[in-house]
């Protein structure tokens, strides 16, 4: 099958490659119709790496996917041939303890398409366990099914958090997964959003996506803002999604009193923040990695209209054009989210 291959650092194509798939019984065979590009996917072409995930052979990219069921195993009961649905990429061992404690997603060996050495799905087809894959609510697009991926994770940000009603949320950072914290925080509870970033374009994008205030911190200060706004009182959660480790020193400084910040970003270098200004409000730290359990419920508000991320999507590509979708995605101007590529269908 033709499929887009990372052949190492810096090289791309768009060739044949021969894998061998069998359908076991609680398998299906997904035509795969829409895949984003992921912050990961674009890393891995200009870097050959994420920290210990290094691309030593051929590798196919594209971790978050949608598409239709061709082909079902004999003991798959909840999806027919004809379903539109979405993959979860992460499978791991059912069998290890996280995995019984219901914390698959740290499973130390869980396979993840497009994390070396596991094929992504840039590619026509793929069989995946029915147990990893599900149904797209009627009116959900192809396209808002491959945001389920990066939705996942905003939502599982939320769960970790445990919102309350009316709290006020900061999102540190309006990259994708920031905006999609930012949807999943007002879905789930919060009154009032702060998102923060320095890129201008971005933030107008992020402003009309609901009770959304955005923040220019190359201009203001971001805890100024939200003090300034809660009679100086602080915002309860705040959200790192920026991976920047600066951004991620300050992460107490716009934090209300008892208040709780959650790393959701992933900072490739070491993060120096004063313990005293966590311990001075007695904040709760906590983090994130990937998502467990959150597809069904990104799916139901997605279904329900509670969340839109349509205005995310700001440029398709066709398949035959995925290496310029790439080159587009590594160099992207501020006022694009989110790069999908189509295959025919
Ligand atoms: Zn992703």
Redesign the pocket.
Known sequence: MQALVLEEKGRLALRDITLEETLGPRDVRIKIHTVGI?G?DVHYYTHGRIGPYIVRAPMILG??ASGTVTEVGSQVIHLRTGDRVCMEPGLPDPNHRTTRLGLYNIDPGVRFWATPPVHGVLRPSVVHPADFTFKLPDGVSYGEGAMV??LAVGMQAECKARITPGDIAVVIGAGPIGMVTALAALAGGCARVFISDVQQPKLDIAAKLGPITPVNVSREKLADVVHAATDGWGADLVFECSGDERAAAGVFDPLCPGGTAIMVGIPLKPVAWEVINQQVKEATVTSVFRYAHQYPRALALLGSGKINVKPLITRRYAFKDSVEAFDFAAHMPPEHVKVQIELPH
């Open positions: 992921c990961s971790h978050e991926e990066p």
